[in-house]
């Protein structure tokens, strides 16, 4: 083995598990999937993921398992909750730099597709995060360059890891998880077929029943949960969640943006090397018809790009499963201007003495980048904990139950209802109407409600205490 992949590893592993657990859940996705999987610990039940004890079906569970072994295995805490998505990092980097190297690139170019992949700022920060989209990423990864090395080379092992591949990502994100990887594929197969003015029918059936393989997890788990909980469970999943966020007719996932969303986040999507990407995917597009490597990646980048613009629900984390074509693409237009610059080492110009110490200036690049990120890590997430941490509060709702108050929710949102189950590792009575907000704290002098509102509670609303989570205040009242 060369000493490519152990430096690779070693430094994904610094840059995903460094300081890992020194900062507390931050965010609505951080505090929902936290809490779900901390309920299917408290629960044991593993089938139906819950949030605040109602059934929580926008996606499948696979996060949530890890998320709850993890919980069980090394207890409570965000270090431990926060385990899948860096492993998914890394797996995914050195999966990269395993499988370019599988279809002929040099260890140079696949050793900086890699980095370039692990040191992207937007993947970075999301695989530091708890979450589904680092396990949908590797999926997605895992399936396409199986799928590609397959094409070049037809073998038992590209077909079992392709198949796995779809397993990951179908058990993350559902239809999602089918959809990115497939456009691709389909983009891919079309497009040579036209080239070649044939159509490969073995080629399309390949992905297709190999597909079928892939599924059999999420079959077992959807056919579990409908002995649970019927068709409408099913359809939670398969089609109100999935299908519902792409067409728009499932109103309560939110995140809906304009089309041209995307294109507004294109100067900070692959941060640091966009520059990389956008000049190389410009630099290759004549090439493409004769380069089918180059062709296939370029591919992904776009088709997953403009499904993605098409559909109503839209996030700058979507684009995590663009990001390792993205690397490849920079990784291959880096080795042309390096090649460039090598020619000019013996020159006698500041352009030579730039390409005689090429090596150091990338050198000490990558550990700006690299020493960003750490520092980061120590210092930046910490400090974010004051203002948009929930620890603060749930220790005030551990505090009053110690003094023997009994404490509600009053309609709680997500990260609200997330956090408290996984802080205090108990489920709160929740409230949902106001007469039952009324009816609980007229019932004892010891009874707190907790309400999260833009304007102070009206009278006969007693407030006791308020306290901040970022900008949402939080209200304390008794009656």
Known sequence: MSRSAPSL??????????ALGNHQLQGSTEARVAGIAMEMH???????????????????PLSLWLGAGAIRAFGGTPWAVRLTSAFAGLFSVMMLYGMLRRIGRSASVAWTAAILLATMASYWSNVRGVGEDALLALG??????AFF??????GIGNHLLFAFGIAIATLSKGVLGLAMPGVVIFAYLLT???????????GWLRPGLLTVLGLLPLMIWLAVLYQRGGLRAVTEVLLTNSVGRFSGSFVEAGHYEPFYYYLAKLPEAFLPWNILVYLGLWHFRKGLLANRYLLFFSLWIVAQFMMLTLASSKR???????????????????????????????????????????HRLIAAVLAIVIGSYLAAAQWFMPYADRSLSFLPLTAQIESMQADGQQVALFQANERLGGASVFYTRSLLKGIDT?????GFLSESPSHVAIIGADTEPAAPLKIIKTMMVGRQAYYFVVE
């Open 149 to 154: 090395a397959g094409q070049r080379q037809a």
């Open 42 to 60: 408290l629960d044991n039940d593993w089938v139906t993921p819950r949030l605040f004890s109602e059934p929580f079906l926008e996606k499948p």
């Open 9 to 18: 590893f070693l430094i994904a592993a610094l840059l995903f598990f460094f």
């Open 434 to 438: 106001e007469a039952q907000l009324h």
């Open 316 to 358: 700058t984390v979507y684009l995590m499963s663009i990001t390792p074509a993205a690397a490849v693409i920079a990784a291959e237009y880096a080795n042309v201007l390096f090649e460039r610059l090598k020619a000019h080492r013996n020159a006698s110009t500041w352009i030579g003495r730039i390409a005689a110490q090429r």
């Open 192 to 202: 040579t077929s036209l080239m070649d003015k044939r159509l490969n029918v073995a």
């Open 140 to 145: 997605v990864s895992t399936a396409l360059l």
